[in-house]
Nanobody
C-alpha cells in the first residue's frame, strides 16, 4: 500500500499561484499512475489532473486546462501540481491519489475516483476574490 502526503495548500487571491506537492512512499514510484482530485463542501470529488510516470503523459480536467500543470520528480518520489491564474471556484480540498497500473501515451486510465486505490489526507486551497 502506498502512502501519500500532500503539502503546499494555502490562501491566495484570485489570479495568484500555488504549487502543491505529494510525497509518495511504500511503493516503487515509477510504477504508480498518479493524480490530483479536489472536493468542495457539498460537491463530488472531481479529477483535476493525472500523469503516467513512464512517459509523462497527462490528462487534465476541463476546468483547469491551460492553468494547472501536473509534473513529477521520480528521484524524489514526489508529484506536483502547479496552479496558476487561480479563481475562487478553485477553492477546495485537494487530494493526491495513486494506483499501481499500466499506463502509456496510448492508454491513460480514466481520471475518475474508481481508478485510484490510494489517497492522501488532502491539503486545503482557498482562493479569495
Amino acid at each position: 500500500q502506498v502512502q501519500l502526503v500532500e503539502s503546499g495548500g494555502g490562501s491566495v487571491q484570485a489570479g495568484g499561484s500555488l504549487r502543491l506537492s505529494c510525497a509518495a512512499s511504500g511503493s516503487t514510484y515509477d510504477s504508480l499512475y498518479m493524480g490530483w482530485f479536489r472536493q468542495n463542501s457539498g460537491k463530488e470529488r472531481e479529477g483535476v489532473a493525472s500523469i503516467c510516470p513512464g512517459d509523462g503523459s497527462t490528462v487534465y480536467g476541463d476546468s483547469v486546462k491551460g492553468r494547472f500543470t501536473i509534473s513529477q520528480d521520480n528521484a524524489k518520489n514526489t508529484l506536483y501540481l502547479q496552479m496558476n491564474s487561480l479563481k475562487p471556484e478553485d477553492t477546495a480540498m485537494y487530494y493526491c491519489a495513486a494506483i499501481r497500473t499500466y499506463c502509456s501515451s496510448a492508454y491513460l486510465p480514466p481520471l475518475l475516483l474508481a481508478t485510484f486505490s490510494s489517497w492522501g489526507q488532502g491539503t486545503q486551497v482557498t482562493v479569495s476574490s
